[in-house]
């Protein structure tokens, strides 16, 4: 599979089903420019999927160690102040309310 070899490892967390499909679509032969170009794209979305499933079970294991929810539940109006405000940051609102707090101990 010379030229995919960097996202077989991604490929492992895929469903038997898909991993087999993407396998079939990396090695068939031969491909139009259209199709390379595709391939591409599909190969980088692989990947990311199969960081994404690879964290979120990383996280499954381990979160509960190192993290704990503090959230609270706040007024309709309070959370769209916040979710304006961070989108003006161009920040998450995970990351706005993350920075928020720990300012608020720097103080």
Same mark, same amino acid.
């Given at each position: 599979?010379?030229?995919?070899?960097?996202?077989?490892?991604?490929?492992?967390?895929?469903?038997?089903?898909?991993?087999?499909?993407?396998? %079939?679509?990396?090695?068939?032969?031969?491909?139009?420019?259209?199709?390379?170009?595709?391939?591409?794209?599909?190969?980088?979305?692989?990947?990311?999927?199969?960081?994404?499933?690879?964290?979120?079970?990383?996280?499954? +294991?381990?979160?509960?160690?190192? +993290?704990?929810?503090?959230?609270?539940?706040?007024?309709?109006?309070?959370?769209?102040?916040?979710?304006?405000?961070?989108?003006?940051?161009?920040?998450?609102? %995970?990351?706005?309310?993350?920075?928020?707090?720990?300012?608020?101990?720097?103080?």
């Amino acid at each position: 599979m010379e030229g995919y070899d960097h996202i077989v490892p991604y490929l492992d967390d895929f469903p038997f089903k898909e991993r087999m499909e993407m396998l %079939y679509l990396l090695t068939e032969q031969p491909k139009t420019p259209g199709e390379e170009w595709a391939l591409k794209v599909a190969m980088h979305a692989v990947a990311a999927a199969g960081r994404c499933m690879a964290k979120r079970e990383s996280d499954r +294991r381990t979160d509960h160690k190192r +993290r704990v929810l503090v959230g609270a539940r706040v007024p309709r109006a309070l959370a769209e102040k916040c979710r304006a405000a961070a989108e003006a940051e161009g920040l998450s609102l %995970y990351a706005w309310v993350m920075r928020t707090l720990e300012q608020a101990f720097e103080k």
